[in-house]
Every structure is written in structure tokens, then in C-alpha cells.
């Protein structure tokens, strides 16, 4: 509902991003967190939700963990961060 509702630099079509377009800017090679923090300074190492539900089991997620960087799935009462995207 964040991304949905998002109205940032006059854009209106901001959403989640999907499982592989967030693993795609992990950094495996940094840690706490896995990605360059001088492109993406205030990435928390925590977990922040994609897109996508587990398919048969819409009360789960996808989200990627950018403390370790892997993805994994967790129940939608899960606290994760969000990062917008369009």
C-alpha cells in the first residue's frame, strides 16, 4: 500500500519491486548489509518485502534479508522495510 500510495519526484507509478530485482543489487561480497551503501546509503541490514506472494499461500511474501542477502519468504505480519521502485 506504501508503494501504491507513493508520490515521489512528481511520479505517481512507484511499486514493489519482485524477488530478482531486489537480489539484483545485493553485494554478496559486503555484509551488514550486502549492498554498496554508496549507491544505497540508507539500506537497513534487515529484510525488505518484493512484490511477490508465495504462490498457494497468499498470507506469505518474498523479501530479500541485506544483512546476509538472501532471499526468502516469511509470513505479511512480518515487519520488513520496503524499497519503492518504478
Known sequence: AYCDDLMLAGKTDWRLPTPE????????????????TAIFPSTQSSGYWSGTVMQGNSWQAWYVDFFY????FSSKKQSHYVRCIR
Open 69 to 72: 542477502g538472501p532471499v526468502d
Open 21 to 36: 530485482e531486489l537480489a539484483s543489487i545485493v553485494v554478496y561480497k559486503d555484509s551488514n548489509p550486502t549492498i554498496d
